[in-house]
C-alpha cells in the first residue's frame, strides 16, 4: 500500500504503539487434556496453538531413533482461514517444511535431549490467525507447551521479530508492517544466557543498522519472556490450588 | 546409497586440526576456494565451480498470465535440484529436508530481495507478464553448496537475455531473436551468498566449508549480501547458539567476501561479453577443449618444507626404538619347526564337537602347515601331564609335537591347552560363547 506510514511524525506505527512495543500478549497452558502438554497464545491478532506428545517411543522407523538422545519432530501447520486470502494448502507445501525445519532447530537446541535417548517428542503447531509474527508466536507457544507437558528444557525459548523502518527499529511487527516490504527478523532466544537459537532476517537491510535491529529483537524477546514466566507461573499455581496443597 | 557414516578418527582429526585453525586444503579460516565461472553458447547458462562443488544454472522465460494479487508484476521461479550425481547419498525422495532448505534459502535470498524489477517483466498489466525459471542443478557437491548455488544463479540472471517484445494498442508483438537483439533483465543488485561453519559450540568459525568439514561441523550461519554492503537474507540452521557479537562479526567478513566476488563474477561477465561480440568461440565445448570444465585440477598448493628435516630427525629421536623381536624358531622334528603362536582355529566351531566344559577356555592354536602330522602314532605319555584328554570326533589326525627336551605330548586340535601354554594365550571369546549357544 503506497502512501501507508509505518512510523508517523510523533514515533507512533499504524496500530498506534511506539516502536518498541510488543503486542498484548495472552497465553494459556493446558488448553487439552488429552495431548502431554498443550499452550495457546495470542500475540496481537495473531494466534496460535501448540501440543506436544511426548518423549515416547519413535514411530514408524526404529533406525531413525538416535542412541544418546530424543528426536524432536515439529509439525507447522496454518489453518487456510488465517490469512486474509483463504489458503489452498495448510500443510505439505515449502514454507510450511520449512518453519518445521526451523522450529525443529530450536527446540532441538533448548531441550534436553540427551535425557531421552531412543524416544521422540513432537510438536505440533497451529496457526489459526496469522497478523504477523507467526514464527515467533509458534515458538512462544511450542516453548509453553513443552514446559506444560513437563519436558526439561534448558532455559525458555523467546521469539519475537522486528523490523527497521525510517531509521528506527520496530519491535514485533504486525502483518501491515511486513507487508510493507521492509527488512524482518525474527529471532529466537535464551533470556538467561542471551544465546540466539535461530536467526532469520529477509529483505535489504544496511549492515551497520543489524546491530539495532538485533538489539530491538533481543530486547522484545526478553519482554516476552517476563510475560511467559508471568504466564506459567500463575498455571502452576493455579494448578496446585486445584490439587489441595 | 546411505551416507557413508564418518569415522570418529576422522572427525577428531577433522576437529583438532580446526582448533590448531589448519584446514585441510591448506586454506586460511576466511578463505574461500577457488571460484570459476563458465558461460554456455545460450544467453542465460552457466556453471560455476566452487573448489569441486558444481552447479549449472538455466534461466528460461515464458509469457504467462500473471497472478491475480499481483497483476502488474512479472514472476520467478527458483528451483534447485540435487542431481544423482553430485553425491551417493543423493537420491530422488530421500533428500527433502536439505531440498526444502536451500530452495527457501535461495528463493528468500533472490525474491524477497527484489534483486531483480518485476514490475519491468510486465508486458499487458493483468493479461500477461514474463515468468523468468532459473533452475539450478547440482553437479558435484564438494560442500557449500548454497553459496555455489546463489552465484550460479545471479551470473545465470545477469547473463541472460529475454526477448524483445512492443506493444502496440491491442497487439502484442514478440520478436525472435533474429529479429531484434534480445533484452538483458534489470537487476538491481547481486545478492551473493557466505556460509560460515560454527565447530566446537561457536568456538572456531570458518567460512566456505569443504564436505568433510560439513560433516562436523555444529550449525551453519548463511549471510546474504550485496556489494553495497546491504544484508539480503540471515538464516541461522543447525541448532548452534549465537552470540549477537558473533553475528556482526560474521556480516562484516561477509561484506569483504562479497565485494570480491562481485568484482569476479563482472570480470566474467564482460569477458563473455567480449568474447561473443569480437566473433570467438564461446560456450560449454570451448572449455571442453581446455578442459576447464571436464576436469578437476588441483592448483599447486605452496608448502613451506624448509624444516621437514629437522622436524624429521627430532620426531625419530624421540620416538622410542621398536621393540626387538627375535624369532626364535623352535624345532620339533627333523623338518619340521615352528616359528611364533599361530592363530586361532576354527575347526571346533564348524564341527560343533562336543568340548570339555571344564577345559580353561583356551584352545590351543595350530599352524597346521607347519605341524606334521603323524597318523596312528599314539603317544603314551599322557599322564605326565595335567592337561585334560578330549575325545572328540574330530577328523583331525592326532598331531604329535616332538620337543626335543621333553616328552612328546599327544595334542589334537580340539583339546584346550597345554598347561603351560594356557597363561599365554587368551581365552578365545567367541569360542566360548558359540558354546554357550549350544
Known amino acids: 500500500m503506497a502512501g501507508l506510514e509505518l512510523l508517523s511524525d510523533q514515533g507512533y506505527r499504524v496500530d498506534g504503539r511506539r516502536a518498541g512495543e510488543l503486542r498484548k500478549i495472552q497465553a494459556r497452558m493446558g488448553v487439552f487434556a488429552q495431548a502431554d502438554g498443550s499452550a495457546y497464545i495470542e500475540q496481537g491478532n495473531t494466534k496460535a496453538l501448540a501440543v506436544v506428545y511426548g518423549p515416547h517411543e519413535i514411530r514408524g522407523s526404529r533406525s531413525r531413533a538416535l542412541p544418546d538422545r530424543a528426536l524432536v519432530n515439529c ?46 517428542i513432537d510438536i505440533y503447531v497451529q496457526v489459526l490467525q496469522a497478523d504477523g509474527g507467526t514464527y515467533a508466536a509458534c515458538v512462544n507457544a511450542a516453548t509453553l507447551a513443552v514446559l506444560d507437558a513437563g519436558i526439561p528444557m534448558r532455559d525458555f525459548v523467546c521469539a519475537c521479530s522486528a523490523g527497521f523502518v525510517d531509521g528506527t527499529a520496530l519491535a514485533d511487527l504486525s502483518h501491515v508492517e511486513e507487508a510493507a516490504g521492509g527488512p524482518q527478523l525474527a529471532l529466537a532466544l535464551l533470556p538467561a544466557s542471551g544465546q540466539i537459537a535461530l536467526l532469520e532476517m529477509d529483505a535489504r537491510l544496511h549492515e551497520d543498522h543489524l546491530e539495532w535491529v538485533l538489539e530491538a529483537a533481543a530486547q522484545a524477546a526478553r519482554d516476552v519472556h517476563t510475560l511467559l514466566d508471568r504466564v506459567v507461573r500463575q498455571h502452576v499455581h493455579e494448578a496446585s490450588i486445584l490439587l489441595g496443597d | 546409497m546411505k551416507e557413508t557414516p564418518l569415522s570418529n578418527c576422522e572427525r577428531r582429526f577433522l576437529l583438532r586440526a580446526i582448533e590448531e585453525k589448519k584446514r585441510l586444503d591448506g586454506r586460511q579460516t576466511y578463505d574461500y576456494r577457488n571460484i570459476k565461472i563458465s558461460f554456455g553458447t545460450d544467453y542465460g547458462c552457466c556453471i560455476v565451480e566452487l573448489g569441486k562443488t558444481r552447479v549449472l544454472g538455466q534461466v528460461s522465460c515464458e509469457l504467462v498470465a500473471p497472478k491475480l494479487n499481483r497483476a502488474t508484476e512479472g514472476i520467478l521461479f527458483f528451483n534447485l535440484e540435487l542431481s544423482q550425481m553430485a553425491a551417493p547419498s543423493f537420491e530422488p525422495g530421500r533428500q527433502s529436508d536439505l531440498l526444502v532448505k536451500l530452495n527457501r534459502l535461495l528463493e528468500r535470498c533472490l525474491r524477497n530481495s527484489k534483486c531483480i524489477d518485476t514490475e519491468s517483466l510486465c508486458v499487458v498489466a493483468g493479461e500477461k507478464v514474463w515468468q523468468i525459471r532459473v533452475d539450478l542443478h547440482l553437479l558435484n557437491h564438494d560442500g557449500n553448496i548454497i553459496d555455489a548455488a546463489s552465484i550460479a544463479a545471479i551470473v545465470a540472471l545477469c547473463h541472460f537475455r529475454r526477448p524483445d517484445v512492443s506493444v502496440q494498442g491491442e497487439e502484442v508483438t514478440l520478436y525472435t531473436p533474429e529479429e531484434r537483439d534480445p533484452v538483458a533483465l534489470s537487476i538491481h543488485h547481486m545478492p551473493i551468498c557466505v556460509s560460515f561453519a560454527f565447530f566446537q559450540q561457536g568456538t572456531y568459525l570458518l567460512v566456505d566449508p569443504n564436505e568433510r568439514e560439513e560433516r562436523v561441523m555444529d550449525g551453519l550461519l548463511v549471510i546474504a549480501m550485496n556489494k553495497h554492503r546491504e544484508i539480503c537474507t540471515i538464516q541461522s540452521s543447525g541448532g548452534i547458539m549465537l552470540l549477537k557479537d558473533q553475528v556482526l562479526r560474521c556480516s562484516k567478513i561477509a561484506g569483504v567476501k562479497v565485494a570480491e566476488i562481485t568484482e569476479l563474477i563482472q570480470k566474467a561477465l564482460e569477458n563473455d561479453q567480449k568474447v561473443r561480440k569480437e566473433g570467438g568461440k564461446f560456450g560449454f565445448a570451448e572449455s571442453i577443449a581446455n578442459q576447464r570444465i571436464t576436469t578437476f585440477k588441483m592448483e599447486k598448493a605452496p608448502i613451506d618444507t624448509s624444516d621437514v628435516e629437522e622436524k624429521a630427525e627430532e620426531i625419530i629421536a624421540e620416538a622410542e626404538p621398536p621393540s626387538e623381536v627375535v624369532s626364535k624358531p623352535v624345532l620339533w622334528t627333523s623338518g619340521t619347526a615352528q616359528i611364533g603362536e599361530g592363530v586361532e582355529n576354527s575347526w571346533g566351531d564348524l564341527e560343533d564337537s562336543e568340548k570339555d566344559e571344564d577345559e580353561g577356555g583356551s584352545d590351543e592354536a595350530v599352524i597346521l602347515d607347519k605341524m606334521k602330522m603323524d597318523t596312528g602314532v599314539e603317544v603314551s605319555d599322557i599322564g605326565s601331564q595335567d592337561a585334560p584328554i578330549v575325545l572328540s570326533d574330530s577328523e583331525e589326525e592326532e598331531m604329535i609335537i616332538l620337543e626335543p627336551d621333553k616328552n612328546p605330548k599327544k595334542i589334537s586340535t580340539q583339546t584346550s591347552a597345554k598347561q603351560e601354554k594356557a597363561p599365554i594365550k587368551k581365552p578365545v571369546k567367541r569360542r566360548k560363547k558359540k558354546r554357550t549357544a549350544n
Open chain 1, 75 to 120: 509439525q507447522y501447520s496454518s489453518a487456510t482461514f488465517s490469512t486474509g486470502e483463504r489458503k489452498r494448502r495448510p500443510h505439505g507445501d515449502r514454507k510450511s517444511c520449512e518453519m518445521g525445519l526451523q522450529l525443529r532447530q530450536t527446540f532441538e537446541a533448548a531441550i534436553l535431549t540427551q535425557l531421552h535417548p531412543r524416544s521422540q
